[in-house]
C-alpha cells in the first residue's frame, strides 16, 4: 500500500485535497496545482466555495487571476466532503483559535476529522498542518482514523507537518520555506515526504509527530519571547525618555548574537499571540509551569493599554478628554501591506477607544470594510486618506505601517499623531512615540 501511494505522488497521478481554503490552504493549492497535479479543496463555507469556482481570489495578496487560472485547468472546490474518497491526500489547514479562557480550542480540528473519516479509504495519507499542542495528531486523530479498521502505517498513514505561511511576505513563498514532517510510523514518514518533497524545495523529517508539532510552536514562542522583551524594552526606554527604535537600530549593527525584534501596540496574526498558550496549556499537564512564556504573554496583552494611556495623556496636555474625541486608527489589519485581520491588536486598540467614549474610525488600504470576526464587531468602512479628512481628528494612532500610507502627509496635516510603529524618528510637537 504505502509502495503504491507514494509511486502516486512521483507521478503526479494522486489528486491532493486540502481542507481549510484559507491563508494557508490556499498558497497550498496553488503549489500544487503549479506542478500540475489535480487539487480538490474544501471548505464548510459555500461563499468562499462558490467564489474560487468563479476564479475570484478573497485573499488580497493572492490573485483571483491565479486562482481562475487554476480553476480552468487543475482546482476545483467543494463543501461535498463525501468526496474525500477521491483523493491520496488530505491537508488539514484549518483554524485552531483559543477559547475565552486562553485554552486550546481544536474543535475545528476534530469536527474535520470526523467530517472526513467516514470517507477515508486504504492509500490514503492525512496530514495535519494546523497549530496544535504536542500530542494531538497522535490523541486525536489516530484513533478516529483506525475507527473503521483502517490501520495507520499499513493501510493509511498520518504525519503532523506545522504551515509556515507567512502572508505579504515577498522573500519567501510556499515552495522556499522549508517543510518539517513527522509520521506516525517510519511508513507515514516516508509517504509525508513523497507527498511535499514534489511541492516544497526542502523537506525537513523528524522522529515523530510530536517533534513536529513541538517545533512549530518552538518557532513562535521564540517570536513571542523576543517580541515580549522589546516591548518591556520600550517601556523602560519611554520613562527615560529613549527612543527605542533608535537603539534597536544601533545594537542590530552587531554583526553577532543580536536579532532585531522590534516593538508594536501588541501581537498579531494567527500564530505568534496564539500558539505559546497551547505548550503552557499542555505543560500543565506534566506539572511544568511555563513562566516564561507566560510573562512575554502578559507584557505583549498590556500593550493595546500602553497605546491608550499614551493617548489619553497626549490629548489630556491638549486639554482634550478622550472622550468625544475623534479617533483615526490608521492601519487594522495585523501587519503592514496585508488584508489579514487575524488577533490584530488594532482592533482591540480601537475597542478600549470605544469604551472611553471616543468617536473611532479607521483608514486602511487592505481592509475597505471592517470584516465579520468571531470576537469583534464594528460597522465601519475605510474612512478616505485625504489631508482635509486627516486634519479633521484630534488624534491619529498609526497601530500599522503599511507602505502605502503617504507618512509626509500624516505628518503635515494630522493635529496628533500616536506613533505605535517607530515610523516618525524626528522629534516634532505633534508626535508621541507609543
Not at 508594536?264 to 496574526?269: A, E
Request: hydrophobic share 40%.
Amino acid at each position: 500500500m504505502k509502495n503504491a501511494t507514494i509511486q502516486k505522488f512521483a507521478d503526479k497521478t494522486a489528486k491532493i485535497g486540502i481542507v481549510g481554503l484559507g491563508y494557508v490552504g490556499l498558497p497550498l493549492m496553488l503549489r500544487y496545482v503549479d506542478i500540475g497535479f489535480q487539487v480538490l479543496g474544501f471548505d464548510i463555507d459555500a461563499e468562499k466555495v462558490e467564489k474560487l469556482n468563479q476564479g475570484k481570489s478573497y485573499i488580497e495578496h493572492i490573485s483571483s487571476e491565479k486562482i481562475a487560472e487554476a480553476s480552468k485547468t487543475h482546482f476545483e472546490a467543494t463543501t461535498d466532503f463525501s468526496r474525500i474518497r477521491e483523493v491520496e491526500a488530505i491537508i488539514l489547514c484549518v483554524p485552531t483559535p483559543l477559547n475565552k479562557y486562553r485554552e486550546p480550542d481544536i474543535s475545528f480540528v476534530i469536527n474535520t476529522t470526523d467530517t472526513v473519516k467516514p470517507y477515508l479509504r486504504k492509500g490514503q495519507v492525512l496530514s495535519l498542518e494546523s497549530t496544535t499542542y504536542p500530542g494531538t495528531t497522535e490523541e486525536e486523530l489516530l484513533p478516529r482514523m483506525e475507527e473503521s479498521g483502517l490501520k495507520v502505517g499499513e493501510d493509511v498513514f498520518l504525519v503532523y507537518s506545522p504551515e509556515r505561511e507567512d502572508p505579504g511576505n515577498p522573500n519567501f513563498e510556499t515552495r522556499t520555506i522549508p517543510k518539517v514532517i513527522g509520521g506516525h510510523t517510519p511508513a507515514c514518514l516516508e509517504v509525508g515526504i513523497a507527498l511535499y518533497k514534489q511541492a516544497i524545495d526542502k523537506v525537513v523529517p523528524v522522529s515523530s509527530t510530536k517533534a513536529a508539532e513541538l517545533t512549530k510552536l518552538l518557532e513562535n514562542i521564540h517570536r513571542a519571547v523576543n517580541i515580549g522583551l522589546v516591548n518591556e524594552m520600550k517601556i523602560v526606554a519611554d520613562k527615560m525618555d529613549i527612543d527605542i527604535h533608535e537603539v534597536i537600530t544601533a545594537a542590530a549593527t552587531k554583526p553577532f548574537g543580536f536579532v532585531a525584534y522590534y516593538p508594536g501596540p501588541g501581537l498579531g496574526g494567527h500564530c505568534i499571540p496564539i500558539d505559546p498558550f497551547y505548550l503552557t496549556w499542555k505543560a500543565r499537564e506534566y506539572g511544568i509551569n511555563t513562566r516564561f512564556i507566560e510573562l512575554a504573554g502578559e507584557v505583549n496583552s498590556a500593550m493595546p493599554e500602553f497605546v491608550i494611556n499614551k493617548t489619553m495623556l497626549a490629548l489630556n496636555d491638549r486639554n482634550q478628554s478622550i472622550k468625544d474625541s475623534k479617533v483615526l486608527v490608521l492601519g487594522i489589519s495585523y501587519k503592514k501591506n496585508v488584508d489579514d485581520m487575524r488577533e490584530s491588536p488594532a482592533v482591540e486598540v480601537m475597542e478600549h477607544l470605544r469604551d472611553l467614549g471616543a468617536k473611532v474610525a479607521y483608514t486602511d488600504p487592505h481592509v475597505p470594510v471592517f470584516p465579520k470576526m468571531r470576537e469583534h464587531k464594528f460597522d465601519l468602512k475605510s474612512e478616505p486618506f485625504t489631508a482635509e479628512n486627516i486634519a479633521s481628528f484630534d488624534c491619529v494612532i498609526l497601530t500599522t505601517d503599511h507602505d502605502k500610507f503617504d507618512y509626509d502627509l500624516i505628518k503635515e496635516h494630522a493635529k496628533l499623531i500616536i506613533d505605535t510603529r517607530g515610523k516618525f524618528r524626528k522629534p516634532e510637537k505633534n508626535i508621541v512615540k507609543a
